[in-house]
């Protein structure tokens, strides 16, 4: 390669790495904040700005542009690709001028990569990226969030739980993220989230029966963390994040008991997790070190027969095995034959609501407000408070 060639290489890479991050704090108003609104922003879409994303509505959209409020274009086409082209973002051809576009569909529903979602478009150019948002009231969010996270087929007192858990947990993640054109994303990172395509009447009637409730500690929403399982007991807010949340407690929990992620076993090979560790040679000697108070391995150490060792915190033993390897890091190891063996119990971090046991207690008779009340200590369940008019 040619020295002036590397040079340029370098300086386009110094230039990417010294852009300022875009900050979208002065459209926050405009862009409507979760906590202060009715509405909720959750990335569905992102890409290098060198590619575009199909948008689909069979009217076409309205763009709108979030400072003013003021439409500047009409998108008639019912396909339009919405891409950036010298810095400008456009969409079905037509140049939209600002860093930050508002495509309102002019049906009720509309399109992005074949799911279909209910409320608007915000398209953003931040960091050498597009991204798409699909911006909509909280409660219709829910109802784009809750099949995908439980079992529709479950008790209605236990969707009822995870819909106040749900939204107690979007509405406090919104404060956090006011920097960005999104609040949220739409994967595990944040709740599983896919538009109006999965709706179910059991769960839309549990987010319609609960509409408006969160849980609060000393009158702030209460961040609502759940996880599929807890294996048996739940944890510490303050032994899995650096964050001690008081309402966040370990607490045993029998109810999971006999559900699918309680119990599980897998087995490693001893090279194979030498390799894994950073070491030569094989496991001759595994143990965890250090319990949480919900039993969860603090730290992992392990010897080989090259005569190394190696200690790890439980999460990043997690992490370097796999964590759909290794479901949670509620285990115990021990060395047979010519494997380490890992049992193990639950799924997830283990704070807040177990999933599983929420199930099994509407089946026993709990309501809601029992269920949410078990997991998280000394919060109330009550209407949201709007503190601010919606913009
Ligand atoms: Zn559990």
């Not at 007192?157 to 107690?168: D, M, P």
């Not at 029998?254 to 001893?270: A, F, I, M, Q, S």
């Not at 599983?356 to 509407?362: D, E, G, P």
Request: proline share 5%; glycine share 10%; with cysteine.
């Amino acid at each position: 390669m040619k020295s002036q060639y590397l040079i340029y290489v370098f300086i386009i890479a110094w230039c990417n790495l010294s852009l300022p991050a875009q900050d979208f704090t002065h459209l926050e108003t405009a862009l409507g904040r979760s906590s202060d609104s009715e509405l909720v922003k959750v990335r569905i879409a992102d890409v290098p700005e060198d590619q575009g994303i199909w948008v689909r509505s069979r009217q076409g959209f309205a763009v709108i542009l979030p400072e003013s409020g003021q439409e500047i274009a009409v998108i008639p086409a019912a396909n339009a690709l919405v891409y950036v082209l010298r810095s400008v973002i456009h969409a079905g051809g037509t140049p939209l001028p600002g860093g930050v576009v508002l495509l309102v569909p002019r049906e009720d529903l509309f399109t992005v990569n074949g799911i279909r979602y209910r409320g608007e478009l915000i398209a953003a150019r931040a960091n050498g990226r597009l991204t798409i948002v699909n911006r909509l009231p909280v409660e219709e969010y829910l109802r784009g969030v809750l099949p995908h996270e439980v079992d529709p087929a479950w008790h209605e007192e236990a969707l009822k739980a995870q819909a106040i858990v749900s939204r107690s947990y979007v509405l406090s993640r919104a404060l956090d993220n006011k920097s960005q054109a999104h609040d949220l994303d739409n994967s595990t990172a944040s709740q599983v989230y896919r538009g109006a395509s999965g709706e179910k009447p059991s769960t839309d009637q549990a987010v319609a029966e609960t509409s408006g409730l969160v849980m609060t500690h000393n009158g702030q929403i209460a961040v609502g963390f759940f996880h599929s399982c807890c294996g048996g007991s739940t944890e510490d807010s303050g032994d899995v994040w650096s964050r001690t949340l008081p309402y966040l407690r370990a607490r045993p929990s029998p109810y999971c008991e006999g559900t699918k992620h309680r119990d599980w076993g897998v087995v490693l090979g001893k090279a194979e997790l030498a390799q894994v560790l950073g070491m030569s040679g094989e496991i001759n000697a595994i143990e965890v070190r250090g319990r949480t108070s919900g039993g969860r391995a603090v730290h992992v150490f392990a010897q080989s027969t090259s005569g190394e060792s190696q200690q790890v915190t439980g999460e990043r033993f997690r992490v370097l095995v796999g964590v759909n390897r290794l479901k949670s890091r509620l285990f115990d190891l021990s060395i047979r034959g010519p494997y380490v063996q890992v049992l193990g119990h639950g799924w997830g971090h283990g704070v807040g609501m177990c999933q599983w046991s929420s199930a099994k207690m509407a089946e026993l008779g709990f309501d809601a407000a029992g269920i949410v009340h078990y997991f998280f200590t000394d919060v109330r369940i009550e209407p949201r408070r709007v503190r601010w008019p919606a913009p």
